[in-house]
């Protein structure tokens, strides 16, 4: 099947002073299907945000392409690459407050992208916005009311109906729950799900919640250190997670369900993510890894197919050996 969004080789790197230079992320290649979420796990300062946000055009790109229904996307957007590809890629932020104008109504914030280069709102917006106000769950009456009025789960559906009125193609959810109670999460999650199936959405949710994002990626890509570690259906990587770093984060978080939670093994997530400064050769979780061999430190291990797995499985590590070529 042609991926609906595909990012080859995608890198982004921030320079800093005295030739110094942040490996935010460092070619990194996913494809993703129409209709398809694909849930991207990390800790914080993993990249994933960084990658998010040059997926559409928010950051320009170091290296590397991004694709989208196999059109070639720009590598820095102009003012009207935004406007031209805003009705096709949208992006759900984490903090719903700080997103959100506080002088403008949730009316008008809703309604804002509609505009989109036009000094005038089309006429129908008014129905429009209600319409997007219901589905989201929160009614007509809301478009009258100020952000500060909201709750953290209200304002993320204004997020949300903000980013959707538009009925892009494509989605980017930035840490949609990170910020919200775990009641109110799962509310959210839920939403989304309804959404992708009513809407047939394509998303990257990106979240550092493992056991949250499976149950609404078809898929699950983790990422450390700015490199993908491993990728593959939401359920093999969440209970059978390959790479070391994907199975510390498994254990590490907490179970909804309360009687998986008092069965689950934990395993305490060891240091601390190293610096993305200047990033040398070798595997970059080594410094953290329970099983770093010599070869771990000299050879960066690549994201590939590994032997006795699915091909839909990849993982980046010398544990595995890679699945043989066909012939
Ligand atoms: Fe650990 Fe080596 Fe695998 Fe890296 S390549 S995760 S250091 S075993």
């Not at 996913?30 to 993993?46: D, F, K, N, Q, T």
């Not at 590598?75 to 992006?91: E, H, K, P, S």
């Not at 149950?215 to 990728?231: I, K, Q, T």
Request: hydrophobic fraction near 40%; proline fraction near 7%.
């Amino acid at each position: 099947m042609t991926a609906l969004v595909e990012a080859r080789g995608v890198t982004k790197h921030f320079p800093l002073r005295r030739g110094k230079t942040i490996h935010a992320v460092d070619d990194v290649s996913l494809a993703i299907a129409p209709r398809e979420i694909v849930g991207l796990v990390g800790e914080s300062g993993s990249g994933k945000s960084t990658f998010g946000r040059t997926l559409v055009g928010l950051h320009d790109k170091t290296a590397g392409e991004v694709f989208l229904e196999g059109q070639r996307l720009p590598r820095r957007y102009t003012t009207a690459d935004f406007r031209r590809y805003a009705r096709r890629m949208q992006m759900i932020f984490q903090d719903p407050y700080s997103s959100l104008n506080p002088r403008m109504t949730v009316g008008e914030i809703v309604g804002e992208g509609l505009r989109l280069g036009d000094s005038r709102a089309p006429s129908n917006t008014r129905e429009r916005v209600g319409r997007w106000l219901e589905r989201v769950g929160l009614g007509r009456a809301f478009a009258s009311r100020y952000p500060h009025e909201l709750s953290g789960g209200q304002r993320q559906r204004v997020g949300i109906a903000r980013a959707l009125i538009l009925e892009p193609t494509f989605v980017v959810c930035d840490e949609p729950i990170s910020a919200l109670d775990v009641s109110v999460q799962a509310q959210i999650v839920r939403l989304l799900e309804e959404l992708k199936r009513s809407l047939g959405l394509t998303l990257l949710f990106i979240a550092h919640d493992l056991s949250m994002v499976r149950y609404v990626s078809d898929r699950m890509a983790v990422m450390y250190l700015g490199s993908l570690v491993e990728v593959g259906p939401a359920d093999d990587v969440s209970f059978r997670p390959l790479h070391p770093y994907t199975r510390m984060l498994a254990a590490s978080n907490p179970e909804p369900d309360p009687r998986s939670e008092r069965e689950r093994r934990t395993i305490p997530i060891v240091g601390e993510i190293p610096s993305p400064v200047n990033v040398g050769a070798g595997c970059r979780f080594a410094s953290r890894c329970p099983e770093v061999m010599d070869v771990c430190r000299s050879t960066t291990p690549l994201l590939q197919a590994v032997a006795g797995e699915p091909a839909s499985r990849q993982v980046a590590c010398h544990l595995y050996e890679p699945e043989p070529a066909a012939t």
